[in-house]
């Protein structure tokens, strides 16, 4: 079983479009991660969210919305979908506690025409 | 936030072994030193992790300076398979909001 599955792993859209990227844990998590990596390959943290509850929001854009219908799963939707949002993006899950490692998932490859 | 420096980019020759060195001298008494490691084309990947003593695992070493301002991981035998980018990151341990912010990281080169 996979520890923290994304789907879709791959995703091109054109501009304008809303889509959503999947993610769930199986481990027991109470806290999930979203980040961004760009081309230039840097990782950076989107959003964090403990017991379904957001703890961190970085200056992301409000086209960006997660939602966490469960400590399990943490779901990233995207409206209005704009070339500079072509990216990866990782799904990450761990205990809440700094002394825990996190587990990613494989990422999505988002690309928008 | 405590941040960490580690060099852009280190080469190693297969079968020897790696010092990445990582510096964090803002580090506070409850910050855990945490590695990861991101693969071409996978997500990051846990390394190993420790608070004050070295840390031993099947993966890698990690050696904390005394005063815990730096760190080194360690990759005792270097194979191809280690080529990737190491990142060293702080974890607060109860603090919320400063968990898992990436550094650019070490992008390592094992030589055959």
């Known amino acids: 079983d996979t520890a923290v599955s994304q789907t879709p792993k791959y995703l091109v859209t054109q501009m304008g479009n809303d889509k959503s990227i999947k993610c769930e844990q199986n481990?027991?998590?109470?806290?999930m991660y979203w980040y961004k990596q760009d081309s230039k390959k840097f990782l950076k943290i989107m959003f964090s969210?403990?017991?379904?509850?957001?703890?961190i929001n970085e200056t992301v854009p409000n086209r960006f919305s997660p939602k966490s219908p469960d400590k399990a799963h943490l779901n990233l939707h995207i409206n209005s979908l704009e070339l500079g949002d072509s990216a990866v993006y990782f799904c990450?899950?761990?205990?809440?506690?700094?002394?825990?490692?996190?587990?990613f998932g494989q990422g999505t490859r988002l690309t928008v025409v | 936030d405590a941040k960490t420096t580690q060099p852009n980019s280190m080469e190693s020759n297969e079968e020897e072994p790696v010092h990445l060195p990582c510096n964090h001298s803002?580090?506070?008494?409850?910050?855990?030193i945490h590695w990861y490691r991101q693969l071409p084309s996978q997500g990051p990947e846990y390394v190993i992790h420790?608070?004050?003593s070295n840390v031993n695992n099947r993966m890698a070493s990690l050696a904390i300076a005394e005063d815990r301002k730096s760190s080194t991981l360690i990759l005792h035998r270097a194979t191809l398979r280690d080529a990737a980018v190491y990142y060293c990151?702080?974890?607060?341990?109860?603090?919320?909001?400063?968990?898992?912010?990436f550094g650019p990281g070490t992008r390592l080169s094992v030589l055959p």
């Open positions: 990450a899950s761990s205990y809440l506690q700094g002394n825990t490692e996190a587990f």
């Open positions: 481990l027991g998590h109470d806290t």
């Open positions: 969210y403990n017991n379904k509850e957001l703890i």
């Open positions: 803002t580090i506070s008494g409850t910050d855990y």
């Open positions: 420790g608070l004050t």
């Open positions: 990151i702080l974890r607060a341990f109860d603090n919320y909001g400063q968990n898992f912010v």
